[in-house]
């Protein structure tokens, strides 16, 4: 009953605020008008300008994914109009609708009625964005087309709002997926992407650095960069030029210039440094027209340690630190670069009185990936100095089975309402691969709201984001993608609850029967059955959602979706089915029994159906299915490293399997119950 009640609840819509618009992201204004079906063909017009016939094709072809039928004349037209045109004069005349100048740069004015639909822009970003609201605004499919009416008049936060996509710990992107981002987030209205490298983009200089099959090629590069300019998206490549570069340092002929022999961090004095600096830079340059590039140099851990062990005594760290990243802003000037310079912000929060060493037209980025406020800190020792900020939140997706997006979205909110107030001109959202096993495709929510969060002036509502994601995102009217979100973000709030953080990858590959995991059980069982519930109650609600709708979009999403929720669920599962095995071998062999042990006593524990058989299957299963999610949007590089991690499970369930029935054969014979260690279990878990 418990269980039904929560499906049912589950269905229900998600509480938003009153009149609330169901777009991503929400328009600075908006009179909503009623919703009329759309039926018949919808005719697209745009101006000579190709950006805008770009729009419009853009357009066209989103709408006939959806089954609606588009041609010259139809029962419904779209216009696409520059501002100073006169069918947009009177258009904004008949409406009373000014064009302000804060909408000239990517703002646009939109008009949609039951028959006709008007944008209007001022630049090509503007009908571009007002084209992508148009989107929104139809929804269903087919013959249930229909059409939100309304006034928009609408223009973003935030001059930059990017996406960072950590391409060095593990999943590198296939091009065809990087392209499917770029599209997407544009639909969002960000742009900016920012592929992030350690060792990953090929450079002709230095061949080695770059792993075979797992890095960037030129020609790729390029590839990219062409296919988002007319999206607007510019494509901000960040290399690290300081730290997190051991995937070269591990080579001997970088060697010399380790901090540390074989470390992660380039030594500062050292003249082949600064060249090899100068060499990446310099093909960056090549290949990017991005105004921005991302220098890193954050987590220079090793500083002190090895080659700049000296100068870090005399000096002190921070003066050591800030002198290098000067050194590498004026060398790559001298060499004649152009770029705007990013680097990550962490030294406002160990000395902050430093800041003045740098040059000030670099732009700050600092990252918080946890709080919901407090940032000032962060951000006020740079715009003191008169230097640019951006803040960069992140979504929650590292060492996780699934992004903990109760932390997510409170740190996007947070983090950019701040950074709005605090003068911040962009925003840097941020993926990370820290254990090499994460999903892109898991990460939209995070990835949109953080585009919500950055367009919208102020604080973003996340009840009235999660109301329209599932809609907008999948083209689900049910409520139900909606909903299973929620019960992944009440999962891992079960485990929190309980003490045992949230859903780290940890808890999925931890044996139940090691110290460790002995240690851990303590909390997790606390939260196995609310755990299982939430994770379970998600699986049920997507394939319901799939089952009513078959046309849903982002299906490869849903699937990752789905397998998260499922390595979720065997979390919960594993440590259960722990305890019960334990508590059935210690009742066989219980002297105080009043009925003899038979094999059926032992059956439970291993034989067809039974515990440790379940536990081999679901790693199996989860390993197909994550392999899967894996290869939609991967290229098969570095898909070994966690395919292995599958296989010993697996190989560790299978042994205990083996022992137990080696043990029930020898129970069979004997009549006696072998000690638990024969089984491969241990005698008690602790309480």
Same mark, same amino acid.
Request: include cysteine.
């Given at each position: 009953?418990?269980?039904?009640?929560?499906l049912?609840?589950a269905?229900?819509?998600v509480?938003?605020?009153?009149?609330?618009?169901?777009?991503?992201?929400?328009?600075?204004?908006f009179t909503p008008?009623?919703?009329?079906?759309?039926?018949?063909?919808?005719?697209i017009?745009?101006?000579?300008?190709?950006?805008?016939?770009f729009a419009?094709?853009?357009?066209?072809d989103?709408?006939? !994914?959806?089954?609606?039928k588009?041609?010259a004349?139809?029962?419904v037209s779209?216009?696409l109009?520059?501002a100073g045109?006169?069918?947009?004069?009177a258009?904004l005349?008949?409406h009373?609708?000014?064009?302000? $100048?804060?909408?000239?740069?990517?703002?646009?004015?939109?008009?949609a009625?039951?028959?006709?639909?008007? +944008?209007?822009?001022?630049s090509?970003?503007?009908?571009?964005y007002?084209?992508?609201?148009?989107?929104?605004?139809i929804?269903g499919?087919?013959?249930?087309?229909?059409?939100?009416?309304?006034?928009?008049?609408? *223009?973003?936060a /935030?001059?930059?709002r990017?996406f960072?996509d950590?391409?060095?710990?593990?999943?590198?992107p296939?091009?065809?997926f990087?392209?499917? #981002?770029?599209?997407t987030?544009?639909?969002?209205k /960000?742009?900016a992407?920012?592929p992030y490298?350690?060792?990953?983009?090929?450079?002709?200089?230095d061949?080695l650095?770059?792993?075979p099959?797992g890095? /960037?090629? %030129?020609?790729?590069?390029?590839?990219? +960069?062409?296919?988002?300019?007319?999206?607007?998206v510019?494509i901000i490549?960040e290399?690290?030029?300081?730290?997190?570069?051991?995937h070269a340092?591990?080579?001997?002929?970088?060697n010399?210039v380790?901090e @540390?022999?074989?470390?992660?961090v380039?030594?500062?004095?050292?003249?082949?440094? /600064?060249?090899?600096?100068?060499r990446?830079?310099?093909e960056i340059?090549?290949?990017f027209?991005?105004?921005?590039?991302?220098?890193?140099?954050?987590?220079t851990f090793?500083?002190?340690k090895?080659?700049?062990?000296?100068?870090?005594?005399r000096?002190?760290?921070g003066?050591v630190?800030?002198?290098?990243?000067? =050194?590498i802003?004026?060398?790559l %000037?001298?060499q004649?670069?152009?770029k705007t310079f990013?680097?990550?912000?962490?030294?406002?929060?160990?000395?902050?009185?430093l800041?003045?060493?740098?040059p000030? $037209?670099?732009?700050?980025?600092?990252?918080?990936y946890?709080?919901?406020s407090?940032?000032e800190?962060?951000?006020?020792?740079?715009s003191?100095?008169?230097?640019?900020t951006?803040?960069?939140p992140g979504v929650?997706?590292?060492?996780m089975?699934?992004p903990d997006?109760? @932390?997510?979205?409170?740190?996007i909110?947070?983090?950019?309402r $701040?950074g709005q107030?605090?003068?911040?001109?962009?925003m840097?959202?941020t993926?990370?691969?820290d254990?090499?096993e994460?999903?892109?495709?898991?990460?939209?929510?995070?990835v949109l709201?953080g585009?919500?969060?950055?367009?919208q002036?102020?604080?973003?509502s996340?009840?009235d984001?999660?109301?329209?994601?599932g809609?907008?995102f999948?083209? =689900?009217?049910?409520?139900?993608?909606?909903?299973?979100?929620?019960?992944?973000m009440?999962?891992?709030a079960?485990l929190q609850?309980?003490?045992?953080?949230?859903?780290?990858d940890?808890?999925? *590959?931890v044996?139940p029967?090691s110290?460790?995991?002995?240690?851990i059980?303590k909390? +997790?069982r606390?939260?196995?059955?609310?755990l299982?519930?939430?994770?379970?109650?998600?699986?049920?609600?997507?394939? !319901?959602?799939?089952?009513?709708?078959?046309q849903?979009?982002?299906?490869d999403?849903?699937?990752?979706m789905?397998?998260?929720a499922?390595r979720? =669920?065997?979390?919960g599962?594993?440590?259960?089915f722990?305890?019960?095995?334990?508590?059935?071998?210690?009742?066989? #062999?219980?002297?105080n029994?009043?009925?003899p042990?038979?094999?059926v =006593?032992l059956?439970?524990?291993s034989?067809?159906?039974?515990r440790?058989?379940?536990?081999?299957?679901? &790693?199996?299963l989860?390993?197909?299915? &994550?392999e899967r999610?894996?290869?939609a949007e991967?290229?098969p590089?570095?898909l070994?490293?966690?395919?292995a991690r599958?296989?010993?499970?697996i190989?560790?369930w299978w042994?205990?399997?083996?022992?137990?029935?080696?043990?029930?054969r020898?129970?069979?014979r004997t009549?006696?119950?072998?000690p638990?260690?024969?089984?491969?279990?241990?005698t008690?878990?602790p309480q």
């Amino acid at each position: 009953m418990k269980r039904a009640l929560l499906l049912l609840l589950a269905a229900l819509p998600v509480t938003a605020t009153a009149q609330a618009p169901r777009l991503i992201p929400a328009p600075r204004e908006f009179t909503p008008g009623a919703t009329a079906p759309l039926k018949g063909a919808i005719a697209i017009t745009a101006g000579a300008n190709k950006d805008d016939k770009f729009a419009a094709a853009d357009l066209s072809d989103a709408l006939k !994914q959806r089954g609606a039928k588009t041609a010259a004349a139809g029962a419904v037209s779209v216009h696409l109009l520059r501002a100073g045109s006169a069918e947009a004069k009177a258009v904004l005349t008949k409406h009373k609708l000014a064009f302000d $100048d804060a909408m000239k740069d990517e703002g646009y004015v939109l008009v949609a009625e039951p028959k006709s639909i008007t +944008v209007v822009g001022a630049s090509a970003a503007g009908v571009f964005y007002g084209a992508q609201t148009v989107k929104q605004l139809i929804t269903g499919h087919g013959a249930a087309l229909a059409l939100q009416t309304g006034v928009v008049r609408d *223009w973003p936060a /935030m001059r930059w709002r990017g996406f960072h996509d950590d391409l060095s710990r593990g999943p590198v992107p296939t091009l065809e997926f990087q392209k499917h #981002i770029v599209r997407t987030i544009a639909a969002y209205k /960000m742009n900016a992407y920012s592929p992030y490298y350690e060792h990953t983009l090929a450079y002709n200089s230095d061949p080695l650095v770059g792993p075979p099959g797992g890095a /960037m090629t %030129r020609e790729q590069v390029k590839e990219l +960069v062409e296919f988002a300019m007319p999206l607007h998206v510019e494509i901000i490549p960040e290399q690290e030029a300081f730290g997190h570069l051991h995937h070269a340092l591990k080579y001997e002929i970088y060697n010399q210039v380790a901090e @540390t022999p074989h470390g992660h961090v380039l030594a500062p004095g050292q003249p082949e440094s /600064m060249n090899i600096i100068k060499r990446w830079f310099a093909e960056i340059d090549s290949l990017f027209p991005s105004q921005f590039v991302h220098l890193g140099a954050d987590e220079t851990f090793e500083l002190c340690k090895g080659q700049t062990k000296e100068a870090v005594e005399r000096d002190g760290i921070g003066p050591v630190y800030l002198k290098f990243l000067g =050194d590498i802003e004026r060398s790559l %000037r001298a060499q004649g670069s152009k770029k705007t310079f990013l680097f990550w912000a962490d030294i406002a929060e160990k000395s902050p009185e430093l800041v003045g060493m740098l040059p000030q $037209d670099m732009i700050a980025v600092a990252w918080n990936y946890w709080s919901t406020s407090g940032f000032e800190r962060s951000l006020t020792p740079f715009s003191k100095t008169g230097m640019q900020t951006w803040v960069a939140p992140g979504v929650s997706n590292w060492s996780m089975t699934y992004p903990d997006n109760n @932390t997510a979205l409170k740190n996007i909110q947070g983090f950019v309402r $701040d950074g709005q107030k605090l003068g911040a001109t962009g925003m840097l959202n941020t993926s990370w691969g820290d254990d090499g096993e994460e999903i892109f495709n898991q990460t939209w929510y995070g990835v949109l709201f953080g585009a919500a969060a950055s367009w919208q002036k102020g604080e973003s509502s996340i009840p009235d984001f999660q109301r329209a994601f599932g809609l907008q995102f999948h083209g =689900d009217t049910t409520g139900k993608i909606d909903a299973a979100q929620q019960h992944l973000m009440l999962a891992h709030a079960a485990l929190q609850k309980a003490g045992a953080g949230n859903g780290h990858d940890f808890l999925y *590959w931890v044996d139940p029967y090691s110290p460790e995991g002995m240690e851990i059980a303590k909390k +997790v069982r606390v939260a196995a059955p609310e755990l299982r519930i939430h994770a379970e109650s998600a699986s049920v609600l997507i394939a !319901q959602a799939r089952r009513m709708q078959p046309q849903l979009r982002e299906q490869d999403a849903l699937d990752a979706m789905d397998m998260g929720a499922r390595r979720l =669920d065997l979390i919960g599962m594993k440590f259960q089915f722990a305890d019960e095995m334990v508590k059935a071998y210690a009742a066989a #062999i219980d002297p105080n029994r009043t009925k003899p042990v038979t094999w059926v =006593d032992l059956a439970d524990i291993s034989g067809i159906n039974g515990r440790l058989q379940t536990m081999r299957e679901a &790693y199996v299963l989860g390993r197909e299915l &994550y392999e899967r999610s894996w290869r939609a949007e991967n290229r098969p590089y570095w898909l070994q490293n966690v395919l292995a991690r599958y296989d010993s499970a697996i190989q560790l369930w299978w042994n205990r399997s083996l022992m137990a029935d080696a043990a029930r054969r020898e129970f069979s014979r004997t009549r006696k119950v072998p000690p638990p260690e024969r089984m491969g279990i241990p005698t008690a878990m602790p309480q």
